[in-house]
């Protein structure tokens, strides 16, 4: 199997060639997966930004031991062997697709459990809250006045049955601790600005077109499904998002702020909740994010930099 020794190199060897070398000489080896991983890794450029934070994602975890590399080959052969619209041959599309294929379920949370009782929250943009879970109604200004009325901050949610989950099938999680330390040093930015760029949500805009509010949910110290360190497969690949795989946080992964001058916070990952939640899950308050936030344009440079840092330690 073919090393790259990445000390020494940085000044003659382009962060991205690195990666690329390291991927090949991980993933080509899997016969008869090596054509069409080849292939594959000739969409990973310059050109198209989200193709280099994926491919980010995968040399970390596969650095980390987190995923298996003839799994990730299969995955990529099973992409390139589609028959899919010429707008889907980004990698990502194609990547996404293949998971979509195996099915995309099974991978979620698949990362070894850490032991250990910590007090999580889940944070999210009150419109989104009610939107996908408090109300039945059309998403409406007045549906949301409602839902302020029904949900102060403290309230029990034992009433919401709906399935509990994000765009896939799990949730986002970080602990109370880290939300406090975001809220408490937010300073002028306000909390939900705060939260907004440090969670790496980057939000303009809510579901009504208006400034979001950030409310967090408190969980019981039981948590109802294990809450794992994310993975490459924890994330939608067909659409914009800050996710970045972590290799230095042991256990955990680590949020890409929106704004490149403010620090990530701890994440977790767990399966979705079917029944819904009990009364011991409550709802917060954090508050509105006020200021305008301009999503960082250097995803895939920061993703490239937390691969050589997990490369440098193994």
């Known amino acids: 199997m073919l090393t790259v020794c990445i000390c020494d190199t940085l000044d003659r060897m382009d962060p991205l060639e690195i990666l690329v070398v390291y991927l090949r000489s991980e993933l080509e080896s899997h016969d008869p997966h090596a054509p069409a991983v080849a292939k594959w890794l000739t969409r990973v450029s310059a050109t198209e930004p989200d ?69 999580y929250v889940r944070v999210l943009d009150f419109a989104s809250f009610v939107k996908y879970f408090a109300s039945d109604r059309p998403l409406t200004p007045e549906t949301l006045a409602a839902a302020r009325r029904q949900f102060p901050s403290g309230a029990p949610l034992g009433g919401i049955r709906k399935e509990w989950r994000g765009g896939l099938s799990n949730v986002w999680v970080t602990t109370e601790e880290s939300l406090s330390e975001v809220v408490r040093n937010a300073g002028a930015l306000g909390p939900g600005t705060a939260v907004n760029i440090r ?40 659409r914009p998002h800050l996710y970045v795989s972590s290799g230095t946080d042991k256990g955990w992964g680590r949020t890409l702020a929106a704004c490149a001058d403010q620090d990530g916070i701890p994440e977790r990952v767990h399966r979705r909740i079917d029944s819904g939640l009990t009364d011991e899950f409550t709802i917060h308050e954090i508050g509105p994010s006020d200021a305008d936030v301009s999503v960082r344009t250097d995803v895939a440079e920061a993703s490239l930099e937390r691969f050589v840092e997990v490369y440098q330690l193994r």
């Open 51 to 119: 193709s280099i934070q994926l491919a980010a994602c995968l040399g970390i975890d596969l650095l980390t031991g987190a995923v298996e590399a003839a799994l990730v080959a299969g995955l990529i052969s099973t992409a390139e062997s589609a028959s899919v619209p010429h707008y889907c041959s980004a990698a990502t599309w194609l990547f996404q697709y293949s998971l979509t294929i195996y099915p995309h379920e099974t991978l979620l949370c698949g990362a070894k459990q850490t032991p250990g009782t910590v007090q």
């Open 199 to 238: 969670f790496g949500f980057g939000m303009s805009e809510d579901l009504l077109n208006c400034r979001p509010s950030f409310v967090a949910v408190r969980y019981p110290m039981a948590v109802p499904k294990p809450c794992v360190k994310p993975r490459v497969f924890d994330q939608i690949w067909s």
